[in-house]
């Protein structure tokens, strides 16, 4: 059974930085895209990586966060620099993993981990 575990939430001033960890464990085949989602009210898509590093970003985190992923690891990092009170939310992480059996692939999420900037 595949398990998402997010770390490095808190609280921080607005300007300041926060660094958020996944690690995925219990797949049995490459994770496809790993992604970083903000939710206050609906869940919304911050970045998102394939398994090659291309990385794309919601317009509103453009320039500040950055995503990363470790394969070997099966670790996805956002580094969010530059920090706003309107960044403060939920941040969930997202995998997509192909089923080792068929063409299916499913997403699976982690628990969340709260952010909290103060201005």
């Known amino acids: 059974q595949v398990h998402l575990v997010e770390s490095g939430g808190g609280s921080v001033q607005a300007g300041g930085s926060l660094r958020l960890s996944c690690v995925a464990s219990?797949?049995?085949?490459?994770?496809?895209?790993m992604a970083w989602y903000h939710q206050v009210q609906t869940r919304e898509l911050v970045a998102a990586i394939s398994?090659?590093?291309?990385?794309t970003y919601a317009d509103s985190v453009q320039g500040r966060f950055t995503i990363s992923r470790d394969n070997a690891r099966n670790t996805v990092i956002l580094q969010m620099n530059s920090l706003k009170p309107e960044d403060t939310g939920v941040y969930y992480c997202?995998?997509?993993?192909?089923?080792?059996?068929?063409?299916?692939?499913?997403?699976?999420w982690g628990q969340g981990t709260q952010v909290t900037v103060s201005s």
């Open positions: 997202h995998a997509r993993i192909p089923d080792p059996y068929s063409v299916q692939e499913y997403d699976y």
């Open positions: 219990g797949s049995d085949t490459d994770i496809k895209r």
């Open positions: 398994r090659g590093g291309a990385a």
